[in-house]
């Protein structure tokens, strides 16, 4: 089966700037979620969607990350305006059953210089 | 504050050797566990997972781990690793007291030397 598609696969933008991330969970998989990765940690959870409402966003900065999960299929997750420390890669990840997460996606390496 | 550990970061073993990865929680109540793995230049995969009866949970490619309650752990084990297990290991952990959100650890990067 094809799996959770991310783009893009990498972005480096100033800070300041916007960017926004696009993702395309399994088929079928009605839980989506947005984690970020800094170097050097363990992904962090930045929000849940439940087909398209949130389950959890307690962890998004919601000052300047924004996330939607139109028709509840994609998602896209976006920063504006950016800052340094967000300099990290964004999984995305979904499951048919949560909160088991077999299927994480590519990721998109952000760079924000 | 709730939290998983992972307490070495670095681990080198030559091939054959045996591995052991270390992994703690603070959650208390019900708690699902889980290993992932991301291969260099892989996505980041789940390696085996628990959730309840035998606390001996065995996973792909040789890999078990074991849940020992009393002291909040989860090691990860294999017997004799293979240079093909070079990765970053993560132990992760969901508690029906926080919400059942998946929570990870810091990570362990191994690296084998064949």
């Known amino acids: 089966e094809a799996g959770v598609a991310q783009s893009p696969r990498y972005k480096i933008i100033e800070k300041r700037q916007s960017v926004a991330f696009w993702c395309n969970p399994i088929?079928?998989?009605?839980?989506l979620y947005w984690y970020q990765q800094i170097l050097g940690q363990g992904p962090k959870l930045l929000i849940q969607?439940?087909?398209?409402?949130?389950?959890?966003d307690s962890q998004l900065p919601k000052d300047r990350f924004s996330a939607e999960r139109l028709k509840g299929v994609d998602s896209t997750l976006k920063i504006q305006p950016a800052k340094l420390e967000d300099s990290a890669v964004y999984l995305c990840?979904?499951?048919?059953?949560?909160?088991?997460?077999?299927?994480f996606g590519p990721g998109t390496r952000l760079t924000v210089l | 504050a709730q939290s998983v550990s992972q307490h070495n970061h670095h681990v080198i073993l030559s091939e054959a050797a045996s591995l052991e990865l270390g992994c703690n929680y603070s959650?208390?109540?019900?708690?699902?566990l889980f290993w992932y793995v991301q291969y260099p230049g892989q996505h980041l995969q789940l390696l085996l997972k628990?959730?309840?009866?035998?606390?001996l949970v065995k996973g792909i490619k040789g890999f078990e781990a074991e849940f020992i309650k009393s002291k909040f752990s989860f090691n990860l084990r294999k017997p004799s690793v293979q240079w093909s297990d070079t990765a970053e290991y993560f132990c992760?952990?969901?508690?029906?007291?926080?919400?059942?959100?998946?929570?990870f650890g810091g990570g362990t990067r191994l690296m084998v030397k064949p």
């Open positions: 990840a979904s499951s048919l059953v949560g909160p088991v997460i077999e299927f």
């Open positions: 088929s079928g998989h009605a839980t």
């Open positions: 969607f439940q087909n398209n409402g949130v389950v959890d």
């Open positions: 959650y208390g109540g019900t708690v699902n």
């Open positions: 628990y959730f309840s009866g035998d606390p």
């Open positions: 992760a952990v969901t508690a029906d007291n926080a919400g059942n959100m998946l929570t």
